[in-house]
Structures are given as structure tokens and as C-alpha cells.
């Protein structure tokens, strides 16, 4: 059973003009939430009548234990996630973030071809992928759907697109090893923000090429590793393989961390070319 706030949420939110579509998105529609876990929710609008900003302040104000609350203008946060909210509503953390349908729509239709881009946004420090937008539609539990463009968008994004699985596994497989090599580079030096730096980029990666073996679609970084482990097409012992790779690098000990991370990357090229698809060498 969901929290009673976010029926209060979705009524205050109703009659905003330009909401097209109100989805719970995150960890708590995927169901993989904890007791701890804020909410997330989507608002959806057409790039031609976009949310009425200052009517949705207005909607929620009543709500939030703070007065002062975060509701930003469309735009304010960056290109990909284009604004929001940071609420507190009886004592329940709920994050609103816009997105523009027009957009959407264009990226779905580029990731079925296996289209995508890296994208630079505060918070993600590994980038943020274009195909999140289509992983949102996948994983999402619509709550205001009145026009069905939701429902019609997920028919888009199931199954999982063979070209975007291909897609993945050759751009993130390869940048596993390169990210590898420059550790490599930066551990002659004793470089350690760098050789963390490349290792984040590395695990980051294999999360990648594991969620695009099994058909998932990665949404968020954090804690993505983790998920990872918990696939039927993995790598054994993965979870305390990246804490050892935290361990000896926080030591100092480059030599182990390294030896760890190439283990990694070759048990993984293994099983891409057990699941038959295509990696493209780094070298």
C-alpha cells in the first residue's frame, strides 16, 4: 500500500495547468525501495504547454512542512533533468521532476535504433544517459495518465530494444578497459583522486553492460553495482569484489586495485561473448 500523501499529492496536483501525466517513479515503483527511500514523481507536459510553474507552487505550498521548499522553474537544474522539487510533506520526502514529452518521445524513438548519449549533469557523476528518460517510461507507476501517453510511450519501451542492448554493451564494454588503462597511467604517479576517479568510471560501466545483458534498464548509478549482482546473467562475487577494489585503493595498494579491476573486465567480456553479443576491444 503506498503512503496517504501521495493521494493528497496527486489531487493538489490535478488542476495544474499544462501536467499531462503524473507518474511514481524510482525505487518505490520498481519495488526495490527501502524504508528510508523518498518518493520521486515525474510530471510529464507537452513542450507547447508547459507546466504552469507558478501554479504548481501554489498547489503544493499547502502540503509542505517547510514553506520555504524548493519548486524551481523548468530549466533551472540542466538540459536533463530540466527542474523540480525538494518537498517534505508530513515528514515524507517526495521529489518532483519535470519532463518534457516532446523530448522524450524524440529519445525513445533514437534508443530503439541503439541512439543514446552521455550526458554531463550535476549528481551523476558518471554522466546521464539519454536512454534514463526511456528507462523512466519502462519502470514508472502512472498516477495521472488521463490521455494515455504514459501507457502508450511504455508499449514503446517493452521489450527491450536489441539495438540499444547491442548499443550498450559496445560503448560502455569498451570504456571499461579504457578507463582501466588510464588507473593504469595515473597509478605511475601515484595519482589517487584520478585512480578512483577511473575506477568509478569502470564499475560504472560494467553496471552498464550488465543491465543491458538482462533486458533492465539503468536508471539511476547509485546502487546500481549492487542491483547488478542480483541478475541471472552476472559476475560471482561482484558485490565484495568492488568493496576489496574500495578497500585497496583507500589503502594505497593501486597494484591490487588494478589487478581486481582487469579480473572484472575480463570475466565480464566472458560473458558477453557467452550471451553472444558484440564488444569492441579498447585497444
Known amino acids: 500500500m503506498e503512503h496517504p500523501v501521495l493521494a493528497r499529492v496527486v489531487e493538489a496536483l490535478r488542476p495544474v495547468r499544462g501536467l499531462v501525466a503524473l507518474v511514481l517513479g524510482g525505487s ?71 519532463r518534457d514529452l516532446g523530448r522524450v518521445r524524440e ?23 539519454s536512454v534514463i528518460w526511456m528507462g523512466e517510461v519502462a519502470t514508472c507507476r502512472p498516477l495521472l495518465d488521463a490521455s494515455g501517453r504514459i501507457a502508450e510511450l511504455k508499449n514503446e519501451t517493452s521489450p527491450f530494444p536489441e539495438p540499444l542492448r547491442d548499443a550498450l554493451i559496445a560503448r560502455f564494454g569498451w570504456e571499461v578497459g579504457f578507463a582501466i588503462e588510464n588507473a593504469e597511467l595515473a597509478a605511475r604517479r601515484a595519482e589517487q583522486m584520478h585512480i578512483a576517479g577511473c575506477a568509478y568510471r569502470a564499475l560504472s560501466c560494467v553496471a552498464q553492460v550488465l543491465f543491458a545483458l538482462n533486458g533492465r534498464y539503468l536508471i539511476n548509478e547509485k546502487g546500481a553495482l ?16 568492488q568493496a576489496e577494489i574500495w578497500r585497496d585503493i583507500g589503502n594505497a595498494d593501486h597494484a591490487s586495485a588494478l589487478r581486481r579491476l582487469h579480473a572484472v573486465s575480463d570475466a565480464l567480456r566472458a560473458l558477453v561473448e557467452k550471451a553472444g553479443s558484440r564488444w569492441i576491444s579498447s585497444s
Open 226 to 241: 549492487t542491483e547488478a549482482s542480483t541478475y541471472p546473467l552476472t559476475l560471482e562475487g561482484l558485490t565484495r569484489t
Open 107 to 129: 529519445v525513445i524513438t533514437e534508443a530503439r535504433q541503439g541512439r543514446f548519449s552521455m550526458n554531463y549533469q550535476p549528481g551523476h557523476p558518471h554522466g546521464f544517459s
Open 28 to 98: 518505490r515503483a520498481r519495488g526495490t525501495a527501502g524504508p528510508a527511500s523518498d518518493y520521486d514523481l515525474g510530471l510529464y507536459y507537452e513542450p507547447d504547454a508547459p507546466l504552469d510553474v507558478a501554479a504548481l507552487q501554489a498547489a503544493i505550498a499547502p502540503l509542505v512542512d517547510e514553506p520555504s521548499s524548493t519548486v524551481t522553474r523548468l530549466g533551472e537544474w540542466g538540459p536533463w533533468i530540466n527542474g523540480g522539487g525538494w518537498l517534505t510533506i508530513e515528514g515524507v520526502e517526495v521529489d518532483l521532476l519535470y
